[in-house]
């Protein structure tokens, strides 16, 4: 761990107050300097570090000359000196962390492994600090009324536990942003801004592989003019199953072509995978760094795919962010994910967020796409109020007749979810007892759940019972959806939108049966049923449903 000294100075512009990691170093600053505490770790010496300015903007501002008594000259620099090696040094620095904020640690493990040594990197990093070219953050910040905020994610979610870094026995551990690696109080962190010069324009080739459709070109156009008018922020409400990720990709190549950096972020770690593969098709010979974990944090690229989490990594870099799947876990409620998309924003950048169920306040500029390709309505759910038995103990016989009656219908396969595993095992078994149909089980603790899927997509399956893992991401053509206890906690508005979605996606199959079986309608389940409906009054009044169910 490396520890700090606070120290003060004078210079032709003024006296003030410093952190430097080594007296040695204050040589090289170029100017007059005495240190006013021992070595402390990074949490300490920002906390002594504001006591000290309190006091020299007060009464006791007579202590500097007091202090200037205990200055001592820098040397004269000379060709070959510490000096020109720091600003090499430095120069590399600023070059690895531009557009980033990462622990010091990592820096020294990159720099070690390309031949840095530590004490060149100290030097180095001191000279950046004093010049304002590095920001330096302690681990925690401390804020009103005794709370202590990690600078990394933004949470006052920590504990104090023994360190083996800086010895103490209550040194404060971030319980929200272990997953990037272990954040304590005595961590210092270190970023750097990205580039203030003018961005260079350049040529970006986009080739789409698929043709938009009148939804989708609207919507592409519209969020070109958003960007000329710079309103900040947009939300690409779009229906499932509308296509809204493709209606971005011309605004990332006006952004690329003006020479910004744009990040496309996505909750969910499959997706990212998928989503870098999409991109380097439509943007042949673009370099495109992708974000996630294993991969690693200094990854080149201009245009940027990262799970939320790595973008806790970013500072002030990107001109644009689009954020797909607004509404996915773990992004959706995460104060510490919107802590850390908002700080990746470059000053004046501008946010495009894309879901298909918007929560909360809407911003000033949304764009809807609000019917599929093949221009038929989206199905929209039926409620059915019906008591349906705890499923501890579940037999086929508690089953509601209307659940029976619509899933032994052998016209459709049928995809059935529950709020839990336990629920989904007890339905799976009723349901297998109750139908002569063949029922499969999935959920996310299932080892041959991949397996199982493709089962249903084959065929070799007429029910499949699954918890909410199969909300997104998945498609099967010509089934139909059941929500059992839709009325649980755990099925958001945004869950059974998303379930409802599951159906009608292919222009061979654009109709079929959605149905929320609870024992009482609760208010997600009707605002579900809403903000579908109304994005068929949307689509119906813009003239795009033209297929036959539109009638």
Known sequence: MQKLQIFVYKSPRGSGLGLVRHPEHLAELGLGAALVTSPLSSSQAYEQLAIWKRRLRGPAARLWPLLARGFHRPHLQLAGSPLEESERVLARIRQVLTGRIIPEHRLLHLLRAEGYWPSQVGRALDLGVFRGEIVQLPGFRNEAWGVKRCSRCGSANAQPFPCRNCGSLECLLCLECSTLGEHRACSTLLAVGGSDSAPERQRVELVLNVELTTAQRQASRELLDFWERRQGKALVWAACGAGKTEVAFALIQRALEEGHEVLFAIPRLDIVREMVQRLRSSFPGLEIAAHHGGQPWFAPGRLVVATTHQVLHFYRRFGLVVLDEVDAFPFQGSEMLRFGLLRALAPGGQLVEMTATPAGPRPERVITIPARHHGFPLPEPELVVDRLPPWPGLQAKGLPAVVVDALGEKERPWLVFAPTIAACTALQGALAEALSRRVG???????????????????????????????????????????????????????????????????????????????????????????????????????????????
């Open 441 to 551: 089980l999935c959920h996310a603790q299932l080892p041959t759940r991949a397996q199982v899927i493709e089962d249903f997509r084959r065929g070799d399956l007429d029910i499949l019972v699954t918890t909410s893992v199969l909300e997104r991401g998945v498609n099967f053509p010509g089934i139909g959806v059941m929500v059992l206890y839709a009325d649980h906690e755990l099925f958001s508005v945004s869950a059974l939108v998303q379930m409802a979605g599951r159906v009608g996606r292919t222009a061979q199959e654009p109709t079929g049966p959605v149905l929320f079986v609870a024992s009482r309608a609760a208010p997600a389940m009707h605002q579900a049923v809403r903000l579908i409906r109304e994005l068929n009054q949307e689509a119906r009044r813009r003239g795009l449903l033209t297929g036959e169910a539109s009638a």
